[in-house]
């Protein structure tokens, strides 16, 4: 550990919405509003790490995605004369699909890379965050973490492990509803969300997921928010099989489009649905009138207005000691 390392450090980590439609695994927003914050310090010790977590009863201790970046992270860089204090505060739903986990483990490989002083580059992070990921759902995948840490608009090339993240010139809204689904908020909801989808799909299928995801890239690089919209509602690999998860989908999904969204469709593995708007007024009524729809159902749930976050994982405050 360097001399003039820094001994306590806070930074914080925005939610996202990962696969967009037809991007699965490959495709992430960023999202303003709703982040996780996270704490650590470090004493002279023999390599213990201690994490306690605040809100939505997220356990703490191993169980906790931090801890597995922080294990992680002192095997690789074999940190053993230091012990570390987690403190998580969540500010993202748990097994919502808004990258909880993700934002968790963004924040924590970001704060244990300036608590030692390390300047570690972006593949570093990505790997780091990933193991978070892997605990969380049982195998690792960088959309969510890679939106938290970058910010912005993220694709992942899962051929070269890399992350491609930019801010597109088009604004757009964002309506989100999270059902409290209660079966769903227990155990490894991802896991259980990724064991649905099918593992092969015919050429044809492949075709037009291809045609959607290609659709969805030129939109937003031509500015066109109601060919974005279009595209984001057209998955023919995912959404199927998900959909089972959420009472009530297409009946959503359908009102959200005569409400005026321009898109629609399940953010990350769900249960939380998103729509895409022009303005914040229409993403306001859209999420109100669909969040009415299913408490008349019988379902408790809550609605969100967001937008594209620029800015990925941030430093709070770093302080030294000695």
């Known amino acids: 550990m360097r001399d003039d390392a820094a001994k306590h450090v806070i930074v914080k980590a925005p939610g996202s919405i990962a696969n967009l439609g037809p991007g699965f695994d490959i495709l992430a927003i ?26 939505f009863n ?14 992680g ?3 690789k860089y074999r940190i053993r004369d230091v012990d570390l204090y987690i403190r998580v505060i969540k500010g993202i739903p748990p097994a919502s699909g808004l990258g909880s986990s993700g934002a968790t483990s963004a924040a924590t490989a970001f704060a244990l890379s300036k608590l030692f002083g390390l300047n570690l580059s972006d593949g570093e992070l990505l790997y780091l965050s990933g193991l978070g990921e892997a605990y969380a759902t049982g195998s690792p995948h960088y959309d969510n973490v890679a939106a938290s840490l970058f910010g912005g608009f993220i694709i992942v090339d899962i051929n070269k492990n890399r992350v491609y993240s930019f801010r597109p010139h088009m604004k757009f809204n964002i309506a989100i509803v999270v059902p409290k689904l209660h079966e769903l908020t227990s155990g490894k909801k991802t896991g259980y969300a990724r064991s649905l989808l099918p593992k092969q799909i015919d050429l044809d299928m492949h075709t037009r997921q291809s045609s959607s995801l290609a659709k969805l890239i030129y939109a937003l690089f031509s500015s066109d928010v109601e ?16 959909a089972k998860m959420i009472p009530y989908y297409y009946e959503l999904k359908k009102l959200a489009f005569e409400y005026g969204a321009l898109g629609f469709n399940i953010s990350g593995a769900g249960p939380s649905v998103f729509s895409i708007h022009r303005t914040s007024e229409e993403a306001r009524y859209v999420g109100k009138k669909l969040m009415e729809f299913l408490i008349n ?7 969100i207005v967001s937008h594209l976050s620029e800015s990925g994982v941030e430093v709070i405050e770093v302080k030294t000691y000695g």
């Open 30 to 55: 960023a999202i303003s509003g709703l982040y996780d914050v996270v704490e650590i310090s470090s004493t002279t010790g023999n390599g213990s790490i201690h994490v306690a977590s605040e809100g």
């Open 73 to 75: 992270f002192m095997e």
């Open 58 to 71: 997220v356990p703490s201790g191993a169980q906790n995605v931090a801890y597995a970046v922080a294990k």
């Open 227 to 242: 060919l974005f919209g279009e595209a984001v509602s057209t998955d023919f690999v995912v959404e199927p099989y998900r």
């Open 297 to 303: 159902k019988g379902v408790d749930c809550e609605y």
